[in-house]
């Protein structure tokens, strides 16, 4: 949801924020701009409908120099993507340029007061709004810029990330957040600011995540001031980040998906290393054995999540309330947030988020909190919102995620999830000791099972040729799979922009079997499980109607490879961990279909992969 960048220091700031605005892209890809303040103190915008390579373009000939500057990509909220529209915003005497991430809500009451008073807008955001409110701050008041920015930001209403420079002042940048992520990156006689540690680390890895409503005062050759909306000062820490630069980089595969499919069985690996004893009879998540008496005495779980991790959620749901005979809730953050839920204080809220960013999410879980529930967090970006808004909680420790369609995310977090109930189970004594010791060296011969399934990644790229010219697919499966189903579904609809809707097997029959006819291929997850026999009917309720079948199976099920049409093979594993393997070959379906279809597989169109704003 828009990224920001900025940099004051002594070298040229425009390489710097271009490289950036590339690695930041994943947050919105519709505009890019980029203000600079140059050697004569002028202060220079531009920007341009695209991408960041359209930027780089439109940039070619102007006049780049300059140590001090702001730069910003854009998904578009308020006015649609146009020149105009791109950030950065001048106000309306050029003497300010600012970039913004987040939705100012208040902004048409704002806008018409300062029509009234004669100000001329040029472009339809909300964001214009509020650098015309701080430049008519500044003019009709005696005071300092970060003042009447102090002075602007209380009177929005909304959610904002801000970077502001001036003309003639090539050494200040401010910054403050509100509900949108922000970090400060402190270099040598250098400050960064950006909407996450991604276009710093190559240069520091000192960091402070800026609390939420501060604001940054940078100067260069000076310390950092950081004060709250009262302009009272704030103390900060500093962080150590370590993140691999080969971690931000495509290393060889065409597309950043590709590769983050194929890191799954090191990522899984990762996410269970040190979490499992030697022995391989514990399960060692700190934020549950540090608040075991939550989780033993919980009455009930809530689960919310948006998109991806909310299917990751309903697999959660399943272990959850097999193996610790909790009642198990999962909801939408963006519902949750909004019908006035029941929460008890013996509940525990569970917040699973990739980017730890969510709007939606972040504010489920305060509503939670304020309602006394103890909240747990399972997310990705370390040092985001999230985690910092939790109890306690687990890393899913993949390694940052840029594809924008999820996957390594997604079986990062179904690990967590496994070791999770598997945790809390044990704490109360309600799975049996065989089925625990099973589960857990199970979880450990995923990482091979699934680099079985990779290696018939040429074959399925040649199969999903047959399907590229689809115009719908139905998606499939029940119990465990049914969560699977859904995202597999959803991986096709982001990349691929075909309408796919995913299922519960049962439930075809009571509407989505009127779509079926020769044109529909049904994919099914079918392999050898408790629901075998069940799922093999609704596959015949589809084949009676001339519906395509492509069948997930288990490695050497004679039996279904005569029932399908097409089928994929993959290792037998325990049914629970299922969603582990079954959801690899459709993440390789829905990317090699996109492919084939010229897609921008790691931009789709529309999307962003943190999504900051409700
Ligand atoms: C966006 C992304 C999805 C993601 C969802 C939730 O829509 O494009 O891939 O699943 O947000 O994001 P989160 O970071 O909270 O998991």
């Given at each position: 949801?828009?990224?920001?960048?900025?940099?004051?220091?002594?070298?040229?700031?425009y390489?710097i924020?271009?490289?950036?605005?590339?690695?930041?892209?994943?947050?919105?890809?519709?505009?890019?701009?980029?203000?600079?303040?140059?050697?004569?103190?002028?202060?220079?915008?531009?920007?341009?409908?695209?991408?960041?390579?359209?930027?780089?373009?439109?940039c070619?000939?102007?006049?780049?120099?300059?140590?001090?500057g702001?730069?910003?990509?854009?998904?578009?909220t308020?006015?649609?993507?146009?020149?105009?529209?791109?950030?950065?915003h001048?106000?309306?005497s050029?003497?300010?340029a600012?970039?913004?991430?987040?939705?100012?809500?208040?902004?048409?009451?704002?806008?018409?007061?300062?029509?009234?008073?004669?100000?001329?807008?040029?472009?339809?955001?909300?964001?214009?709004?509020?650098?015309?409110?701080?430049?008519?701050?500044?003019?009709?008041?005696?005071?300092?810029?970060?003042?009447?920015?102090?002075?602007?930001?209380?009177?929005?209403?909304?959610s904002?990330?801000?970077?502001l420079?001036?003309k003639?002042?090539?050494?200040?940048?401010?910054?403050?957040?509100?509900?949108?992520?922000?970090?400060?990156?402190?270099?040598?006689?250098?400050?960064f600011?950006?909407?996450?540690?991604?276009?710093?680390?190559?240069?520091t890895?000192?960091?402070?995540?800026?609390?939420?409503?501060?604001?940054?005062?940078?100067?260069?050759?000076?310390?950092?001031?950081?004060?709250?909306?009262?302009?009272?000062?704030?103390?900060?820490?500093?962080?150590?980040?370590?993140?691999?630069?080969?971690?931000?980089?495509?290393?060889?595969?065409?597309?950043?998906?590709?590769?983050?499919?194929?890191?799954?069985?090191?990522?899984?690996?990762?996410?269970?290393?040190?979490?499992?004893?030697?022995?391989?009879?514990?399960?060692v998540?700190?934020?549950?054995?540090?608040?075991?008496?939550?989780?033993?005495?919980?009455?009930?779980?809530?689960?919310?999540?948006?998109?991806?991790?909310?299917?990751?959620?309903?697999?959660?749901?399943?272990?959850?309330?097999?193996?610790?005979?909790?009642?198990v809730?999962?909801?939408?953050?963006?519902?949750f947030?909004?019908?006035?839920?029941?929460?008890?204080?013996?509940?525990?809220?569970?917040?699973?988020?990739?980017?730890?960013?969510?709007?939606?999410?972040?504010?489920a879980?305060e509503?939670?909190?304020?309602?006394?529930?103890?909240?747990?967090?399972?997310?990705?970006?370390?040092?985001?919102?999230?985690?910092?808004?939790?109890?306690?909680?687990?890393?899913?420790?993949?390694?940052?995620?840029?594809?924008?369609?999820?996957?390594?995310?997604?079986?990062?977090?179904?690990?967590?999830?496994?070791l999770?109930?598997?945790?809390?189970?044990?704490?109360?004594?309600?799975?049996?000791?065989?089925?625990?010791?099973?589960v857990?060296?199970?979880?450990?011969?995923?990482?091979?099972?699934?680099e079985?399934?990779?290696?018939?990644?040429?074959?399925?790229?040649?199969?999903?040729?047959?399907?590229?010219?689809?115009?719908?697919f139905?998606?499939?499966?029940?119990?465990?799979?049914?969560?699977?189903?859904?995202?597999?579904?959803?991986?096709?609809?982001?990349?691929?922009?075909?309408h796919?809707?995913g299922?519960?097997?049962?439930?075809?029959?009571?509407?989505?079997?009127?779509?079926?006819?020769?044109?529909?291929?049904?994919?099914?997850?079918?392999?050898?499980?408790?629901?075998?026999?069940?799922?093999?009917?609704?596959?015949?309720?589809?084949?009676?109607?001339?519906?395509?079948?492509?069948a997930?199976?288990?490695?050497?099920?004679?039996?279904?490879?005569?029932?399908?049409?097409?089928?994929?093979?993959?290792p037998?594993?325990?049914?629970?961990?299922?969603?582990?393997?079954?959801s690899?070959?459709?993440?390789?379906?829905?990317?090699?279909?996109?492919?084939?279809?010229?897609?921008?597989?790691?931009?789709?169109?529309n999307?962003?992969?943190?999504?900051?704003?409700?």
């Amino acid at each position: 949801m828009c990224g920001i960048v900025g940099y004051v220091g002594n070298r040229q700031a425009y390489p710097i924020l271009i490289k950036g605005l590339h690695r930041l892209e994943y947050r919105g890809y519709d505009s890019a701009g980029i203000a600079l303040v140059n050697d004569e103190l002028e202060l220079n915008v531009y920007k341009t409908k695209g991408k960041v390579v359209d930027l780089e373009e439109a940039c070619r000939t102007k006049d780049l120099r300059g140590t001090l500057g702001i730069a910003h990509t854009r998904w578009a909220t308020h006015g649609e993507p146009s020149n105009a529209n791109a950030h950065p915003h001048y106000s309306e005497s050029e003497n300010l340029a600012l970039i913004h991430n987040g939705i100012i809500e208040n902004y048409a009451v704002l806008k018409q007061e300062l029509t009234h008073q004669g100000c001329v807008f040029r472009s339809n955001t909300d964001t214009e709004v509020l650098v015309q409110l701080i430049e008519h701050i500044l003019k009709s008041n005696e005071v300092s810029l970060d003042k009447a920015v102090l002075w602007a930001l209380n009177q929005i209403v909304g959610s904002y990330a801000i970077a502001l420079i001036e003309k003639g002042n090539p050494d200040q940048i401010i910054a403050a957040r509100k509900s949108s992520p922000l970090v400060v990156g402190i270099g040598e006689d250098e400050f960064f600011i950006s909407s996450d540690a991604s276009p710093i680390i190559e240069y520091t890895n000192q960091f402070i995540y800026l609390e939420d409503e501060t604001m940054a005062i940078i100067y260069r050759g000076e310390p950092l001031k950081i004060t709250n909306l009262k302009n009272i000062e704030v103390p900060h820490t500093i962080q150590k980040l370590e993140m691999n630069l080969s971690e931000l980089e495509k290393g060889g595969y065409p597309h950043f998906m590709i590769k983050e499919i194929f890191q799954q069985p090191q990522t899984i690996l990762d996410g269970t290393r040190g979490r499992i004893n030697v022995d391989g009879d514990r399960v060692v998540l700190s934020g549950v054995i540090d608040h075991k008496e939550k989780f033993v005495n919980a009455h009930r779980i809530i689960i919310v999540a948006c998109g991806t991790s909310w299917h990751a959620g309903l697999i959660g749901e399943h272990l959850l309330e097999d193996f610790c005979r909790i009642p198990v809730e999962v909801e939408y953050a963006s519902e949750f947030r909004y019908r006035n839920p029941v929460i008890y204080p013996d509940d525990v809220v569970i917040a699973i988020s990739q980017s730890g960013e969510t709007a939606d999410t972040l504010a489920a879980i305060e509503l939670a909190k304020s309602k006394g529930a103890f909240i747990y967090g399972i997310c990705n970006a370390v040092g985001s919102s999230i985690p910092r808004a939790t109890h306690s909680g687990s890393y899913i420790h993949v390694g940052p995620e840029i594809g924008v369609a999820s996957t390594k995310a997604f079986t990062g977090q179904v690990t967590v999830l496994t070791l999770l109930a598997l945790s809390i189970a044990y704490e109360k004594n309600s799975i049996s000791r065989n089925l625990f010791l099973e589960v857990i060296e199970e979880l450990q011969n995923i990482p091979r099972k699934i680099e079985a399934i990779l290696q018939q990644n040429h074959a399925i790229s040649e199969f999903s040729k047959i399907f590229t010219y689809a115009r719908n697919f139905i998606y499939l499966g029940r119990g465990y799979n049914y969560p699977a189903a859904l995202e597999g579904a959803l991986k096709l609809k982001e990349i691929s922009y075909v309408h796919a809707e995913g299922y519960p097997a049962a439930e075809m029959k009571h509407g989505p079997i009127a779509l079926i006819d020769t044109e529909m291929p049904v994919v099914v997850i079918a392999t050898r499980n408790t629901l075998y026999e069940k799922v093999i009917s609704n596959i015949q309720e589809v084949k009676a109607r001339q519906g395509k079948i492509i069948a997930i199976i288990t490695e050497g099920d004679e039996q279904m490879k005569q029932v399908a049409d097409y089928f994929i093979e993959i290792p037998h594993t325990l049914e629970c961990l299922e969603p582990l393997l079954t959801s690899i070959p459709l993440q390789l379906l829905a990317y090699h279909i996109a492919v084939n279809k010229g897609r921008d597989v790691d931009q789709p169109r529309n999307l962003a992969k943190s999504v900051t704003v409700e």
